[in-house]
T-cell receptor, first 112, second 111 residues
Framework: DSGVTQTPKHLITATGQRVTLRCSPR?????VYWYQQSLDQGLQFLIQ???????AKGNILERFSAQQFPDLHSELNLSSLELGDSALYFC???????????FGSGTRLTVV | QKEVEQDPGPLSVPEGAIVSLNCTYS??????FMWYRQYSRKGPELLMY????GNKEDGRFTAQVDKSSKYISLFIRDSQPSDSATYLC???????????FGKGTLLTVNP
Protein backbone atom coordinates (compact mmCIF):
# COMPACT_ATOMS: atom_id res chain seq x y z
CA ASP A 1 0.00 0.00 0.00
CA SER A 2 1.57 3.28 -1.17
CA GLY A 3 -0.50 5.44 1.18
CA VAL A 4 -2.28 7.17 -1.71
CA THR A 5 -5.85 5.88 -2.00
CA GLN A 6 -7.88 6.11 -5.16
CA THR A 7 -11.51 5.15 -5.59
CA PRO A 8 -13.16 3.57 -7.43
CA LYS A 9 -10.67 1.09 -8.90
CA HIS A 10 -12.80 0.44 -11.96
CA LEU A 11 -15.52 2.46 -13.62
CA ILE A 12 -17.58 1.63 -16.69
CA THR A 13 -19.87 4.31 -18.01
CA ALA A 14 -21.59 5.43 -21.19
CA THR A 15 -20.64 8.25 -23.51
CA GLY A 16 -22.02 11.61 -22.46
CA GLN A 17 -22.03 10.73 -18.78
CA ARG A 18 -20.18 12.39 -15.89
CA VAL A 19 -18.00 10.64 -13.31
CA THR A 20 -16.02 11.64 -10.24
CA LEU A 21 -12.71 10.07 -9.27
CA ARG A 22 -11.45 10.44 -5.73
CA CYS A 23 -7.94 10.58 -4.29
CA SER A 24 -6.72 10.69 -0.70
CA PRO A 25 -3.03 11.67 -0.50
CA ARG A 26 -0.46 10.25 1.91
CA UNK A 27 -0.76 11.67 5.38
CA UNK A 28 1.10 15.00 5.50
CA UNK A 29 1.41 15.44 1.73
CA UNK A 30 0.13 18.81 0.58
CA UNK A 31 0.45 18.40 -3.19
CA VAL A 32 -1.87 16.26 -5.28
CA TYR A 33 -1.27 15.58 -8.96
CA TRP A 34 -3.61 13.94 -11.48
CA TYR A 35 -2.28 12.00 -14.46
CA GLN A 36 -3.94 10.21 -17.36
CA GLN A 37 -2.29 7.13 -18.83
CA SER A 38 -3.36 5.75 -22.17
CA LEU A 39 -1.53 3.16 -24.23
CA ASP A 40 -0.35 5.54 -26.91
CA GLN A 41 0.29 8.66 -24.84
CA GLY A 42 2.03 7.46 -21.70
CA LEU A 43 1.55 9.36 -18.44
CA GLN A 44 0.14 12.80 -19.15
CA PHE A 45 -0.05 15.46 -16.46
CA LEU A 46 -3.52 16.91 -15.99
CA ILE A 47 -3.54 19.18 -12.96
CA GLN A 48 -1.87 19.86 -9.60
CA UNK A 49 -3.26 21.17 -6.33
CA UNK A 50 -1.16 22.38 -3.44
CA UNK A 51 -2.81 22.84 -0.05
CA UNK A 52 -6.21 23.50 -1.62
CA UNK A 53 -5.07 25.82 -4.40
CA UNK A 54 -4.63 25.00 -8.06
CA UNK A 55 -0.88 25.10 -8.73
CA ALA A 56 -0.40 23.94 -12.30
CA LYS A 57 -2.41 22.81 -15.28
CA GLY A 58 -1.37 20.46 -18.03
CA ASN A 59 -3.26 19.34 -21.10
CA ILE A 60 -6.53 19.03 -19.23
CA LEU A 61 -9.68 19.18 -21.31
CA GLU A 62 -12.31 21.80 -20.52
CA ARG A 63 -14.72 18.92 -19.84
CA PHE A 64 -12.49 17.90 -16.94
CA SER A 65 -12.21 19.73 -13.64
CA ALA A 66 -10.73 19.05 -10.24
CA GLN A 67 -10.61 20.38 -6.73
CA GLN A 68 -8.81 19.77 -3.46
CA PHE A 69 -10.77 19.94 -0.24
CA PRO A 70 -9.71 21.25 3.21
CA ASP A 71 -8.89 17.71 4.34
CA LEU A 72 -6.55 17.55 1.28
CA HIS A 73 -8.41 14.83 -0.57
CA SER A 74 -8.99 15.62 -4.23
CA GLU A 75 -11.65 14.83 -6.81
CA LEU A 76 -11.34 14.76 -10.58
CA ASN A 77 -14.60 15.33 -12.42
CA LEU A 78 -14.93 14.13 -16.00
CA SER A 79 -18.03 15.16 -17.94
CA SER A 80 -19.54 14.65 -21.40
CA LEU A 81 -17.44 11.52 -21.59
CA GLU A 82 -16.16 10.29 -24.93
CA LEU A 83 -14.76 6.91 -25.95
CA GLY A 84 -11.30 8.47 -26.09
CA ASP A 85 -11.44 9.30 -22.38
CA SER A 86 -11.05 5.61 -21.58
CA ALA A 87 -7.75 5.38 -19.72
CA LEU A 88 -6.08 4.84 -16.38
CA TYR A 89 -6.26 7.88 -14.15
CA PHE A 90 -3.60 8.17 -11.47
CA CYS A 91 -3.29 10.43 -8.51
CA UNK A 92 0.06 11.16 -6.89
CA UNK A 93 1.05 13.13 -3.84
CA UNK A 94 4.24 14.67 -2.51
CA UNK A 95 5.30 16.29 0.71
CA UNK A 96 7.34 18.91 -1.10
CA UNK A 97 10.53 18.54 0.89
CA UNK A 98 12.75 16.84 -1.65
CA UNK A 99 11.10 13.45 -1.57
CA UNK A 100 9.68 11.57 -4.50
CA UNK A 101 6.12 11.47 -5.64
CA UNK A 102 3.94 8.56 -4.53
CA PHE A 103 1.28 7.21 -6.84
CA GLY A 104 -2.00 5.53 -6.07
CA SER A 105 -3.11 2.34 -7.78
CA GLY A 106 -5.29 4.22 -10.25
CA THR A 107 -8.85 4.24 -11.52
CA ARG A 108 -9.51 2.38 -14.74
CA LEU A 109 -12.18 4.24 -16.68
CA THR A 110 -13.92 2.55 -19.56
CA VAL A 111 -16.36 4.60 -21.64
CA VAL A 112 -18.70 2.51 -23.78
CA GLN B 1 10.84 17.85 -29.73
CA LYS B 2 9.44 16.10 -26.67
CA GLU B 3 10.73 17.30 -23.31
CA VAL B 4 11.69 13.77 -22.28
CA GLU B 5 12.68 11.01 -24.69
CA GLN B 6 12.85 7.36 -23.71
CA ASP B 7 13.32 4.33 -25.95
CA PRO B 8 10.15 2.24 -25.50
CA GLY B 9 11.96 -1.02 -26.22
CA PRO B 10 10.93 -3.72 -25.69
CA LEU B 11 14.11 -4.92 -24.03
CA SER B 12 14.60 -8.62 -23.33
CA VAL B 13 17.57 -9.91 -21.30
CA PRO B 14 18.55 -13.17 -19.60
CA GLU B 15 18.44 -13.48 -15.84
CA GLY B 16 21.60 -12.12 -14.22
CA ALA B 17 22.32 -9.59 -16.97
CA ILE B 18 23.13 -5.94 -16.36
CA VAL B 19 20.36 -3.73 -17.72
CA SER B 20 20.89 -0.16 -18.85
CA LEU B 21 17.92 2.16 -19.30
CA ASN B 22 18.26 5.73 -20.50
CA CYS B 23 16.42 8.99 -21.04
CA THR B 24 17.34 12.28 -22.60
CA TYR B 25 15.65 15.58 -21.94
CA SER B 26 15.61 19.07 -23.38
CA UNK B 27 14.50 21.29 -20.48
CA UNK B 28 17.55 22.52 -18.57
CA UNK B 29 15.29 23.63 -15.70
CA UNK B 30 14.81 20.02 -14.56
CA UNK B 31 16.53 19.51 -11.21
CA UNK B 32 14.94 16.36 -9.78
CA PHE B 33 15.19 13.03 -11.56
CA MET B 34 13.31 9.85 -10.80
CA TRP B 35 12.88 6.33 -12.02
CA TYR B 36 9.62 4.51 -11.56
CA ARG B 37 8.75 0.87 -12.10
CA GLN B 38 5.27 0.00 -13.27
CA TYR B 39 3.88 -3.49 -13.38
CA SER B 40 1.08 -4.09 -15.83
CA ARG B 41 -1.90 -1.89 -15.07
CA LYS B 42 -0.61 -0.97 -11.60
CA GLY B 43 0.46 2.37 -10.17
CA PRO B 44 4.05 3.54 -10.80
CA GLU B 45 6.39 2.71 -7.91
CA LEU B 46 9.29 5.02 -7.10
CA LEU B 47 12.65 3.27 -7.45
CA MET B 48 15.25 6.01 -7.41
CA TYR B 49 15.22 9.74 -6.71
CA UNK B 50 18.16 12.02 -7.35
CA UNK B 51 18.74 15.73 -7.21
CA UNK B 52 20.97 17.40 -9.82
CA UNK B 53 23.96 15.57 -11.29
CA GLY B 54 25.70 12.53 -9.88
CA ASN B 55 25.21 8.90 -9.02
CA LYS B 56 23.01 7.16 -6.51
CA GLU B 57 23.05 3.49 -5.61
CA ASP B 58 20.40 1.42 -3.86
CA GLY B 59 20.99 -2.31 -3.78
CA ARG B 60 21.04 -3.61 -7.35
CA PHE B 61 19.96 -0.26 -8.78
CA THR B 62 22.20 2.67 -9.74
CA ALA B 63 20.91 5.96 -11.10
CA GLN B 64 23.14 8.40 -12.94
CA VAL B 65 22.40 11.97 -13.94
CA ASP B 66 24.54 14.00 -16.33
CA LYS B 67 23.00 17.44 -16.54
CA SER B 68 25.65 18.72 -18.95
CA SER B 69 24.50 16.12 -21.48
CA LYS B 70 20.85 16.15 -20.36
CA TYR B 71 21.04 12.38 -19.98
CA ILE B 72 19.95 10.07 -17.19
CA SER B 73 20.45 6.35 -16.75
CA LEU B 74 19.28 3.50 -14.57
CA PHE B 75 21.40 0.38 -14.22
CA ILE B 76 20.04 -2.86 -12.84
CA ARG B 77 22.63 -5.43 -11.78
CA ASP B 78 21.95 -9.17 -11.50
CA SER B 79 18.54 -8.71 -13.11
CA GLN B 80 15.74 -11.01 -11.93
CA PRO B 81 12.50 -12.15 -13.60
CA SER B 82 10.67 -10.09 -10.98
CA ASP B 83 12.30 -6.99 -12.52
CA SER B 84 10.16 -7.51 -15.63
CA ALA B 85 8.07 -4.34 -15.85
CA THR B 86 7.88 -0.98 -17.57
CA TYR B 87 10.49 1.51 -16.36
CA LEU B 88 9.60 5.17 -16.54
CA CYS B 89 11.97 8.08 -16.16
CA UNK B 90 10.50 11.26 -14.72
CA UNK B 91 11.79 14.70 -13.88
CA UNK B 92 10.67 17.99 -12.40
CA UNK B 93 11.84 21.56 -11.91
CA UNK B 94 11.38 21.41 -8.18
CA UNK B 95 9.99 19.40 -5.33
CA UNK B 96 6.49 20.81 -5.71
CA UNK B 97 6.31 20.87 -9.47
CA UNK B 98 4.67 18.43 -11.85
CA UNK B 99 6.54 15.39 -13.05
CA UNK B 100 7.23 15.00 -16.74
CA PHE B 101 7.54 11.37 -17.79
CA GLY B 102 9.20 9.47 -20.56
CA LYS B 103 6.99 6.97 -22.34
CA GLY B 104 8.57 4.04 -20.53
CA THR B 105 10.73 1.07 -21.52
CA LEU B 106 9.23 -2.41 -21.32
CA LEU B 107 11.78 -4.81 -19.82
CA THR B 108 11.51 -8.59 -19.77
CA VAL B 109 14.02 -10.65 -17.80
CA ASN B 110 13.99 -14.27 -18.93
CA PRO B 111 14.75 -17.07 -16.43
Amino acid sequence: DSGVTQTPKHLITATGQRVTLRCSPRSGDLSVYWYQQSLDQGLQFLIQYYNGEERAKGNILERFSAQQFPDLHSELNLSSLELGDSALYFCASSVGLGEGYTFGSGTRLTVV
Amino acid sequence: QKEVEQDPGPLSVPEGAIVSLNCTYSNSAFQYFMWYRQYSRKGPELLMYTYSSGNKEDGRFTAQVDKSSKYISLFIRDSQPSDSATYLCAMSRGSNYKLTFGKGTLLTVNP
